[in-house]
């Protein structure tokens, strides 16, 4: 066989092998009895890749698994976004939810910075008209989760006071960059 069919044989083989999976999941499937899994048949489609050299079916499964974790690092940054836009839309305005956003994601690749420090970074620029003390004061309950921000109210964000504008933006801040920190751990 030559080298440039096993390749072929492989796709085509694995092609079947995905088409023919309803019938393994059905023979797992926990709630249906007295039934058994033929574990031959999985052993036979483990010798696909005997053909393949060793060297080369190393480099393309690390080809393979660097390229999966690469889109995989993709959707998720999309899916957080998109998860908190959803979510906060109607709490507040566009911008800024796509500032904090950014603002969290240039934070979490600086150097490392105390918790506090963080969040009022993350919202200076937002709740500029504050005082360093003031935005202290504020975020310490979120930070220090002495408490959560609760009241989400759902009002126009024209109708909120100043004081709730900030608590809000400080809130979802702080879950933002919780989010992104975690998404970070895990990659």
Request: hydrophobic fraction near 40%; charge should be negative; include cysteine.
């Amino acid at each position: 066989m030559s080298n440039s069919s096993v390749p072929q044989k492989l796709s085509e083989e694995l092609l079947e092998m995905i088409l023919q999976t309803e019938d393994l999941i059905d023979s797992l499937y926990p709630t249906t009895p007295n039934t058994e899994f033929d574990w031959t048949d999985l052993d036979e489609t483990a010798s696909l890749f005997d053909d393949l050299p060793e060297d080369e079916l190393s480099n393309q499964a690390e080809q393979f698994f660097g390229d999966l974790h690469q889109r995989w690092q993709t959707i998720d940054a999309q899916n957080v976004e998109a998860f908190f836009i959803k979510k906060y839309t109607s709490l507040l305005p566009s911008e800024w939810l796509e500032t904090l956003l950014e603002r969290a994601k240039c934070l979490l690749l600086s150097e490392p910075m105390e918790s506090l420090e963080r969040l009022i970074i993350c919202v200076k620029p937002l709740l500029a008209s504050w005082s360093d003390e003031d935005l202290q004061v504020f975020a310490r309950p979120f930070v220090w989760s002495m408490r959560g921000f609760q009241d989400l109210k759902e009002i126009t964000w024209e109708e909120r006071s100043q004081i709730d504008k900030g608590r809000l933006t400080m809130a979802i801040a702080q879950e933002i960059l919780i989010q992104l920190e975690n998404q970070a751990v895990r990659e």
